[in-house]
């Protein structure tokens, strides 16, 4: 399965680099989450997340970043390379992890050919 370890080079951690990825305007969303994305010229993706008060308390929050970071760092073999992602949750309530990392795979997918697509 290879190394499953998050370190801090797969995060996007300052606001330069969020905002790369907001001025691309590239996004695509489901019922659960919203991802934004922009290419990073890397050999690896790399992840951002953005959760607003919007969704809940504090605990909610934290449960909605613990649970996006997992699905990243599992199923980050299944995403495309060389992109940043910036996850925002649409649901006031996080979903069961494997319905959590099906969507993010599945809308990393198709954020990747709306990229190559250049629409």
């Given amino acids: 399965m290879g190394n499953r370890r998050f370190p801090k080079t797969l995060h996007l951690r300052r606001g330069w680099e969020f905002r790369r990825v907001y001025s691309r305007r590239r996004n695509v969303s489901d019922g659960t989450i919203v991802l934004h994305g922009c290419e990073n010229d890397l050999e690896f993706s790399r992840l951002g997340l953005s959760v607003s008060r919007k969704v809940g308390s504090a605990v909610v929050r934290n449960r909605w970043k613990r649970l996006l970071r997992e699905a990243f760092r599992l199923h980050r073999a299944r995403l495309p390379a060389g992109i940043d ?15 959590l990392s099906e969507s993010l795979v599945t809308l990393a997918g198709r954020l990747e050919r709306r990229l190559k697509s250049g629409k």
Avoid at 85 to 99: D, I, M, N, Q
């Fill in 85 to 99: 992602l910036v996850v925002t949750p649409r649901a006031a309530a996080p979903p069961e992890l494997g319905t």
